[in-house]
């Protein structure tokens, strides 16, 4: 069974950064494609980063040139930079593997852009 536990959010103001963390259990993780998704009140959650297993990456358009996605095989981990934070960018911040599995989903971790 696959456990997924986000940390690192937090309130930021305008302009600042966080690094988000995924620490992922289970034998699933060295051989998936991950993703950081994000869903903000009232929206569909979408997809923001995603990692293949080699470190190729793809962004949504929205934070490109702002986020930067990476993953720590041996430490079963995937991080978020967010760097030039924006107030559009609050919203709850959920890894999984890339496609998504529903039954993967975590609590996930509150980034909050205000000032």
């Known amino acids: 069974q696959v456990q997924l536990v986000e940390s690192g959010g937090g309130l930021v103001q305008p302009g600042g950064s966080l690094r988000l963390s995924c620490a992922a259990s289970g034998r699933i993780f060295s051989i998936s494609a991950m993703g950081w998704y994000r869903q903000a009140p009232g929206k569909q959650r979408e997809l923001v980063a995603a990692i293949t297993t080699v470190g190729s990456t793809n962004y949504a358009d929205s934070v490109k040139g702002r986020f930067t996605i990476s993953r720590d095989n041996a430490k079963n981990t995937v991080y978020l930079q967010m760097n030039s934070l924006k107030p559009e960018d609050t919203a709850v911040y959920y890894c999984?593997?890339?496609?998504?599995?529903?039954?993967?989903w975590g609590q996930g971790t509150q980034v909050t852009v205000s000032s």
């Open positions: 999984n593997r890339a496609p998504p599995r529903s039954n993967y």
